[in-house]
């Protein structure tokens, strides 16, 4: 009986240890997240078209990366160029786009994201407008506006393309 006391007393001692590493692991991680966050405060953030600003949160360690407490969503259908899908296509895009702001935090990561959602003759001016590197790749706003005037049927005096 005294074997099993001592047996249990050790089994009992490794058990503490294996959570208080598991503390100590997790109280690091969060040190070395807090650290490269702050470090990122420290520096000037940049504001030109040239350097477009990563497309997902990725100075959280992989323990924490989770923790944010957006819904994972499945991307919208791909888009065709159908004159008359446009407008909702960019609908459910910004709807994706709200409800997941930490993996999408630029315009530059947005316009990304939509055209990588693009296919067909959508996907041949997207593909155009991006390799040129043209301004509307880092405002969002002017990419839809643009997508719309060259898609989209109901903008008044224009045939879709």
Known sequence: MAR?????ERQESVMHHEEFEKVNLTFRSLTETLSVL????????????DAPAPCATSALSPAYQGVINEPHLPPPQPYSGDPGTCRSFLS???LYFELQPSRF???HCKVAAIISLLSGRAREWGTAVWDAQLPICSVLAAFTEEMKRVFDRSVAGHEAA
């Open 105 to 107: 935090s630029s315009d």
């Open 4 to 8: 099993l006391q001592t047996a249990l």
């Open 38 to 49: 702050s470090d990122q405060l420290r520096q000037p953030q940049q504001t030109t078209p």
């Open 92 to 94: 459910q895009c910004s």
